[in-house]
């Protein structure tokens, strides 16, 4: 199971933190992808950190932005977001699972276990 929390309302520029806390496996063992999801839009990737190395890959609209991090003591990942944009609101859901041996994976379909989103507003 995995639960995210963090998200809120906040203005462009600001930052927030989400947390993806997991019981029942061990994220340190997998790929764990944040993804997001705008109104009438497909889900998105955001970042993702390799279970093998912790290796960590970005979207291009976040680069420099956001930032993934594991705690394998806590069994949570994070998402760091600063500069907040309009843009990056959304509902955000972590993601994990051994991706079919992938190292990593920036494609939803790939990931076998998601929580239940939280909600990201960036407004004035």
């Known amino acids: 199971q995995l639960v995210e929390s963090g998200g809120g309302l906040v203005q462009p520029g600001g930052s927030l933190r989400l947390s993806c806390a997991a019981s029942g496996v061990t994220l340190g063992h997998y790929a764990t992808g944040w993804f997001r999801q705008a109104p009438g839009k497909e889900r998105e990737a955001v970042s993702c950190v390799s279970g093998r190395d912790g290796t960590t890959y970005y979207t291009e609209s976040v680069k420099g932005r956001f930032t993934i991090s594991r705690d394998n003591a806590k069994n949570t990942v994070f998402l760091q977001m600063n500069a907040l944009k309009p843009e990056d609101t959304a509902v955000y859901y972590c993601?994990?699972?051994?991706?079919?041996?992938?190292?990593?994976?920036?494609?939803?379909?790939?990931?076998?276990?998601w929580g239940q989103g939280t909600q990201v507003t960036v407004s004035s």
């Open positions: 993601a994990t699972g051994d991706l079919r041996g992938l190292v990593y994976s920036m494609k939803p379909i790939d990931y076998d276990y």
